[in-house]
Nanobody
Framework: QVQLVESGGGSVQTGGSLRLSCVAS????????MGWYRQAPGKQREMVAD???????NYADSMKGRFTISRNSAKNTVYLQMDYLEPEDTAVYYC????????????WGQGTQVTVSS
């Protein structure tokens, strides 16, 4: 099992920034991809960004240029830097971990709330 613990959520105004962190622990030896999903009220959960072991990153189109994902493998930590936040970014953000791309995440964190006010 893999445990994922997120931190860094909160409330900001439009145009503000937040940085989310997620620490992975447990049986992480076969985890090659970590990332972030989000779920806004009344909407389906969607992928935000993910990053592989060679720091190859993917982003959802609406996040490109505003969000940056990074990882510190030595600390088993993945980060999501969110800039130019908009009210539409309000959601619960979930850290994820998986063996490879192309499959649903194997593990999910509990989620952290991000609220952007206009």
């Amino acid at each position: 099992q893999v445990q994922l613990v997120e931190s860094g959520g909160g409330s900001v105004q439009t145009g503000g920034s937040l940085r989310l962190s997620c620490v992975a622990s447990g049986s992480i030896y076969n985890i090659n991809v970590m990332g972030w999903y989000r779920q806004a009220p009344g909407k389906q959960r969607e992928m935000v960004a993910d990053i592989g072991i060679v720091d190859d990153a993917n982003y959802a189109d609406s996040m490109k240029g505003r969000f940056t994902i990074s990882r510190n493998s030595a600390k088993n930590t993945v980060y999501l830097q969110m800039d130019y936040l908009e009210p539409e970014d309000t959601a619960v953000y979930y850290c994820t971990a998986q063996r490879r791309r192309g499959i649903r995440p194997d593990y999910w964190g509990q989620g952290t709330q991000v609220t952007v006010s206009s």
